[in-house]
């Protein structure tokens, strides 16, 4: 007795819903379990750079030293303001007269000046227009 009348053999097929349910579950379980690390204690030397650069012909020199006085292109500030070095600044841009770039400002800071003297002098540096500041470092050897 065959109740199979005309029907041929049907292709087993593979469910992939619950195939895919359980590696959802895997990837939640995997995002919940997984820590991450906060450093929050980062030890801090300061730079030094292997590589030289020619220093360009147009250049305003900053000093900052660790007591947190500021000289410009040998001038001493003692205990400036952001006013004063903004005025010395565009003092020293005025005096090299008027080109066609303006004069790129090289701060170079003491390894002890405090972090707040050097975000000073490049907030007057900003105030007197001057965009192009560059960092002095030791040579790492």
Request: aromatic share 4%; hydrophobic share 45%.
């Amino acid at each position: 007795m065959n109740f199979r009348r005309g029907s041929g053999r049907d292709e087993p097929e593979i469910n992939l819903i619950p195939f895919i349910d359980v590696l959802l579950v895997i990837i939640i379980f995997l995002m919940m379990t997984t820590t991450y690390n906060k450093v929050s204690g980062i030890e801090i030397d300061l730079p030094t750079a292997a590589a030289t650069n020619a220093t360009p012909p147009d250049e305003i020199s900053v000093s900052v030293t660790a007591s947190g006085a500021v000289v410009i292109d040998g001038q001493s500030m003692t205990r400036p303001s952001v006013d004063a070095v903004a005025a010395a600044l565009k003092a020293a841009t005025a005096k090299r007269g008027t080109g066609a770039k303006p004069p790129v400002v090289s701060i170079n800071a003491d390894a002890k000046a405090t972090h707040q003297s050097v975000i000073d002098v490049m907030q007057a540096a900003h105030q007197a227009d001057l965009s192009q500041i560059s960092f002095t470092t030791r040579s790492g050897s």
